[in-house]
């Protein structure tokens, strides 16, 4: 995409000066990049990476940011929850559009549009039935709205035109449906121009868990996505959850033998087709996760825009093991990192269970 963009005259460049320019060469950054830490049992760090990650050890300013990949990948947020009358339970969300300027690698800013100031959105979950309530509150310079997958009526569908319509700056409006079917969904904006709305960061996940639940789990959201820095239609950095080459620098450490669940989105604009690929493991594969028995085991999926799926696997040996689009341009942009797999229990009790429990604080994540 760089290419067409150079070959086009494009405006270059795109990543700071970090990006060779020359028309094929996707090279970033040449200086070494020193891994902290270093993980026990002598895994090295990924020094063959280093040429394929931004910027020589920078790192992105997660804090001003407002948010950091490594946390997102676990932050379900719940809602506010309360019985009704009858039993059901409802959950209830503010999210608040905002302009907000991102660092999506190294030096790399971008004027994104965000919900709750994140890109992704905060992970919004729910079960199966139970009664939603999204406040939605335009916080933003531009025209949007939430639209959201799942089933419920045209009013309550964040399209332009129909039922709240688009929302203006300053303007507000509640979508409220019931959480159906259950799987993996989604939620962004869908004013026009569409593509613009939803690369600029107005996007989420949207987990409904099944009424009894999916056996326990170390869970984690992925949200593959993408940054056109330079408004030429395509994309310059490719990651999950942001920030490229994020789970290179930090690795994700799962418990070997533990049973680890993806959420896996992908949102990205300008390019037809993503792609989940894992290394020395398989998973089992949960197209859309609205049914509970896997359609595959596979150890690479590919997904259009919108389309998303569950995986599920246990990797039985210990070290780090690569996962990356299997698209080798995203891979070299960005879109690449590394489970570190070592020493069980590290994630006794699973998050997703104990979430459902009415907790003192209403549910989510406690202050
Ligand atoms: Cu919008
Ligand atoms: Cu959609």
Same mark, same amino acid.
């Given at each position: 995409m760089l290419g067409g963009a150079a070959a086009a005259g494009a405006a270059l460049p795109v990543l700071g000066g970090l990006l060779?320019? &020359?028309?094929?060469?996707?090279?970033?950054?040449?200086e070494p990049h020193m891994h902290g830490g270093g993980a026990p049992g002598g895994h090295a760090g990924h020094e063959d990476f280093a040429h394929a990650s931004f910027a020589a050890g920078r790192s992105v300013d997660h804090r001003a940011n407002g948010f950091d990949p490594t946390e997102v990948l676990r932050d379900f947020d719940y809602g506010k929850t309360r019985r009704l009358a009858g039993g059901r339970l409802l959950r209830e969300w503010t999210i608040v559009a905002q302009d907000r300027e991102i660092e999506v690698a190294p030096g790399v800013k971008y004027e994104a549009w965000t919900y709750n100031g994140r890109v992704p959105g905060p992970t919004l979950r729910a079960r199966e039935g139970d009664k939603l309530r999204i406040r939605f509150v335009n916080g933003s310079q531009h025209p949007h709205t939430m639209h959201f997958h799942g089933i419920h009526t045209s009013q309550m569908?964040?399209?332009?035109?129909?039922?709240? &319509?688009q929302i203006p700056p300053g303007g507000d409006f509640t979508y409220e449906f019931d959480a159906e079917p259950f799987g993996l969904h989604l939620y962004h904006c869908h004013v026009a121009p569409l593509a613009a709305h939803i690369a600029r960061g107005l996007y989420g996940a949207f987990i409904v868990d099944p009424k009894k639940g999916r056996p326990d789990a170390d869970e984690m959201v992925m949200v593959m996505n993408g940054f056109d820095t330079n408004f030429d239609l395509s994309n310059e950095v490719y990651a999950v959850n942001s920030i490229g080459f994020h789970y290179i620098n930090e690795p994700i450490r799962v418990s070997r033998d533990e049973l680890l669940r993806i959420y896996l989105v992908n949102v990205l604009e300008y390019d037809p087709l993503n792609s989940f690929h894992v290394h020395a493991n398989f998973f089992q594969y949960y197209p859309t996760g609205t049914s509970l028995q896997p359609s595959e085991l596979t150890d690479t999926v590919i997904l259009g825009q919108g389309q998303r799926g569950i995986l599920e696997m246990k990797l039985p040996f210990d070290g780090d093991y690569m996962f990356h689009a299997h698209v080798s341009e995203f891979a070299e942009l960005g879109w690449s990192g590394f489970f570190r797999v070592g020493d069980p229990p590290r994630f006794a009790g699973a998050a997703a269970a104990a979430a459902y429990c009415e907790l003192p604080w209403g549910g989510g994540r406690p202050a």
């Amino acid at each position: 995409m760089l290419g067409g963009a150079a070959a086009a005259g494009a405006a270059l460049p795109v990543l700071g000066g970090l990006l060779h320019q &020359g028309n094929g060469d996707r090279a970033l950054a040449t200086e070494p990049h020193m891994h902290g830490g270093g993980a026990p049992g002598g895994h090295a760090g990924h020094e063959d990476f280093a040429h394929a990650s931004f910027a020589a050890g920078r790192s992105v300013d997660h804090r001003a940011n407002g948010f950091d990949p490594t946390e997102v990948l676990r932050d379900f947020d719940y809602g506010k929850t309360r019985r009704l009358a009858g039993g059901r339970l409802l959950r209830e969300w503010t999210i608040v559009a905002q302009d907000r300027e991102i660092e999506v690698a190294p030096g790399v800013k971008y004027e994104a549009w965000t919900y709750n100031g994140r890109v992704p959105g905060p992970t919004l979950r729910a079960r199966e039935g139970d009664k939603l309530r999204i406040r939605f509150v335009n916080g933003s310079q531009h025209p949007h709205t939430m639209h959201f997958h799942g089933i419920h009526t045209s009013q309550m569908d964040g399209m332009p035109g129909i039922g709240g &319509g688009q929302i203006p700056p300053g303007g507000d409006f509640t979508y409220e449906f019931d959480a159906e079917p259950f799987g993996l969904h989604l939620y962004h904006c869908h004013v026009a121009p569409l593509a613009a709305h939803i690369a600029r960061g107005l996007y989420g996940a949207f987990i409904v868990d099944p009424k009894k639940g999916r056996p326990d789990a170390d869970e984690m959201v992925m949200v593959m996505n993408g940054f056109d820095t330079n408004f030429d239609l395509s994309n310059e950095v490719y990651a999950v959850n942001s920030i490229g080459f994020h789970y290179i620098n930090e690795p994700i450490r799962v418990s070997r033998d533990e049973l680890l669940r993806i959420y896996l989105v992908n949102v990205l604009e300008y390019d037809p087709l993503n792609s989940f690929h894992v290394h020395a493991n398989f998973f089992q594969y949960y197209p859309t996760g609205t049914s509970l028995q896997p359609s595959e085991l596979t150890d690479t999926v590919i997904l259009g825009q919108g389309q998303r799926g569950i995986l599920e696997m246990k990797l039985p040996f210990d070290g780090d093991y690569m996962f990356h689009a299997h698209v080798s341009e995203f891979a070299e942009l960005g879109w690449s990192g590394f489970f570190r797999v070592g020493d069980p229990p590290r994630f006794a009790g699973a998050a997703a269970a104990a979430a459902y429990c009415e907790l003192p604080w209403g549910g989510g994540r406690p202050a």
